[in-house]
């Protein structure tokens, strides 16, 4: 594959987050749309492998393509930004502020929100019929899983929400890896390699993705998970997204700028 340095890649991350700066408002609403449904679409298929097979092992594996069929197109995550945008701000690259930075992330946060409640609308519509029957062992499945991670952290009180937090953090340090590792290579091959390891790294262990969860909790609570709005956003989706973005940004942006673009000069010995 044709591999290029840490040095290279480095400051391909910056360009990448000025460029998503610099975008239309129509570009980066298609863009992040597109990625929430299609990260949904993988973790309705993820969940519907596990329950079939009965194998989380076998879920983790296939969750991937998801990531890598929306990274291949040039859609845009949350997760993604928060990684990326901050660095053009380190930078000093005209124009890009924190105005300008907090404007990227909340357009991507639209556009993934809708396009996973997209994509859990259509997943309840197709399990009942058009909710007009059971949805069966995946719908008790799904609804489990948004109980147990809104209400099963909120009966642990401030632990749980940091246990939250933390989860988010992990997540985001793999799902950066990815999205940095994909820039070692111009190679497809080796982008998808790349992507795969920590990608599914993060979904076998339990790692809260905010956009993942975008569309599970809706999709729970359609399916009959006993829990509200506000446990969701409370309880899930806000510590979620900030963990994301510490995770992001401190594990991954920020040591890969200070080492290999902000690097400083190298000892002499005499």
């Known amino acids: 594959m044709a591999y290029l340095e840490p040095s290279e890649f480095a400051t391909k991350m910056v360009d990448a987050g000025e460029q998503k700066i610099f975008m239309s408002t129509k570009d980066t609403l298609v863009r992040a749309f597109m990625a929430g449904a299609i990260l949904a679409l993988a973790a309705f298929f ?15 594996l296939l969750f991937p393509v998801g990531f890598i069929m ?16 901050p660095l053009t701000i380190l930078d000093k690259r005209p124009g890009c502020t924190v105005k300008q930075m907090l404007r990227n992330w909340w357009l991507v946060f639209v556009g993934n929100f809708a396009g996973a409640l997209t994509v859990a609308f259509f997943a309840s519509f197709i399990l009942t019929y058009g909710y007009n029957t059971d949805g069966g062992a995946l719908a008790a499945k799904v609804s489990t899983i948004g109980e147990s991670r809104t209400l099963g952290y909120q009966s642990h ?30 190679s497809a091959t080796s982008k998808i390699m790349a992507m795969w390891m920590p990608i599914m790294l993060f979904f076998f262990m339990g790692f809260e993705h905010s956009i993942v969860n975008m569309f599970l909790f809706p999709f729970s609570m359609i399916m009959g998970g006993e829990f509200t709005i506000v446990d969701y956003f409370v309880w899930n989706e806000i510590p979620t997204a900030l963990g994301n973005l510490v995770g992001g940004f401190l594990l991954v942006g920020l040591p890969l700028y200070w080492t290999h673009v902000r690097t400083n000069p190298e000892r002499k010995i005499n």
């Open 157 to 186: 009180g401030a632990d749980g929400w940091f246990t939250i937090f933390i989860r988010g953090m992990l997540c985001n340090w793999m799902v950066s890896m990815g999205v940095v590792g994909a820039m070692i290579s111009t």
């Open 46 to 60: 993820a969940i519907t492998v596990i329950v079939k097979t009965g194998s989380p092992l076998v879920g983790s």
């Open 70 to 85: 929306l990274y291949l197109m040039k859609f845009d995550l949350l997760t993604g930004v928060f990684t990326l945008v």
